[in-house]
T-cell receptor, first 115, second 114 residues
C-alpha cells in the first residue's frame, strides 16, 4: 500500500537553530500534503496545507515565517521550524492524500525537542 | 464549524472482551467524510476506515466494525475479541472533500490487558 516516509523521527536541537523535517510519498504523487502538530496526549492540529508548486496555506494562528513549508515536487514536502524555541517542542506529523485510493496516509512523525 | 467528540478518554479492557469507542460529530455540511485512525505507541497514524455521509451501511472488517447513525450524528467503532496489539490511541475525524483538513477528536486511549 501507499507509504509516506517522514524524517527525522526524532531531533534534539538548541534554542535558536532551525530544523528541517521531510515528508515523502513513496509510491504515489501527492499534489497536496498536510502538516500537523500534536502535543502529548492531545489531538492532531492541522498547521498548514502544502501545495506542490505554490505557497502553503496556513491555519489561523500558525506563523508562516516560523514554520516554513516547501513542496518542491509531487513527492516531497518539507517543514522548517526556524529559530526554534522550547515552546516549539512537539510531535510533528505529515500526511498525504492518495486520491486514487481515497485514503490519507501519515508519516511516522517527528519528535522535536528544543533545549 | 465542525466538531468531533470522543467522550471516552481512556478505556481499559481484558483481552478477548469486546469494546466500543464512541464518536459524535457536528457539521453543517450535507456532504462529509468520517474516519477512524489508530495511533500505536510508535506514533504513526494508521488509516482504518473512511465513510461518506451518504453511505450509512455498517461495515465489518475482521474484528473491526463501524456503526454509522446519521440520525444521532454518531460513528462508533467496535473491536470484537480485543487483543493486546489493539492497545493504542484511536482518533475519529471529520472532513469535507479534503481529507487532510480533517477535524480530529481528542482520541480514546485503549488499553487491552492480557
Amino acid at each position: 500500500g501507499a507509504v509516506v516516509s517522514q524524517h527525522p523521527s526524532r531531533v534534539i536541537c538548541k534554542s535558536g537553530t532551525s530544523v528541517k523535517i521531510e515528508c515523502r510519498s513513496l509510491d504515489f504523487q501527492a499534489t497536496t500534503m498536510f502538516w500537523y502538530r500534536q502535543f502529548p496526549k492531545q489531538s492532531l492540529m492541522l498547521m498548514a496545507t502544502s501545495n506542490e508548486g505554490s505557497k502553503a496555506t496556513y491555519e489561523q494562528g500558525v506563523e508562516k515565517d516560523k514554520f516554513l513549508i516547501n513542496h518542491a515536487s509531487l513527492t516531497l514536502s518539507t517543514l522548517t521550524v526556524t529559530s526554534a524555541h522550547p515552546e516549539d517542542s512537539s510531535f510533528y506529523i505529515c500526511s498525504a492524500d492518495d486520491r486514487g485510493s481515497e485514503k490519507l496516509f501519515f508519516g511516522s512523525g517527528t519528535q522535536l525537542s528544543v533545549l | 464549524a465542525q466538531k468531533v467528540t470522543q467522550a471516552q478518554t481512556e478505556i481499559s479492557v481484558v483481552e478477548k472482551e469486546d469494546v466500543t469507542l464512541d464518536c459524535v460529530y457536528e457539521t453543517r455540511d450535507t456532504t462529509y467524510y468520517l474516519f477512524w485512525y489508530k495511533q500505536p505507541p510508535s506514533g504513526e497514524l494508521v488509516f482504518l476506515i473512511r465513510r461518506n455521509s451518504f453511505d450509512e451501511q455498517n461495515e465489518i472488517s475482521g474484528r473491526y466494525s463501524w456503526n454509522f447513525q446519521k440520525s444521532t450524528s454518531s460513528f462508533n467503532f467496535t473491536i470484537t475479541a480485543s487483543q493486546v496489539v489493539d492497545s493504542a490511541v484511536y482518533f475519529c475525524a471529520l472532513s469535507g472533500f479534503n481529507a487532510g483538513k480533517s477535524t480530529f477528536g481528542d482520541g480514546t486511549t485503549l488499553t487491552v490487558k492480557p
